[in-house]
């Protein structure tokens, strides 16, 4: 859990960072890059995972 929170923290700081806006914006964002990256603990991303399939994007 603590690397969770570590990784949301350090992706929400380089958007907001980059002048993204404020952090309230970006957190949608944040959530579905997190839920979509590759994570090696489990071999694949954690929508994936739940989902059994990857995310289609547009």
């Known amino acids: 859990m ?3 929170n570590q990784s949301l ?3 929400l700081r380089a958007y907001v960072l980059d ?3 404020s952090w309230d914006d970006v957190l949608p964002l944040i ?3 997190y839920n979509n ?3 090696a603990s489990i071999g694949m991303a ?3 995972a739940l989902y059994g ?3 289609q994007t547009p």
């Open 2 to 4: 603590e690397r969770t």
């Open 9 to 11: 923290e350090d992706l």
């Open 31 to 33: 959530e579905f890059t």
């Open 37 to 39: 990256s590759y994570h």
């Open 46 to 48: 954690l929508y994936e």
């Open 19 to 21: 002048d993204r806006g």
């Open 53 to 55: 399939r990857r995310c």
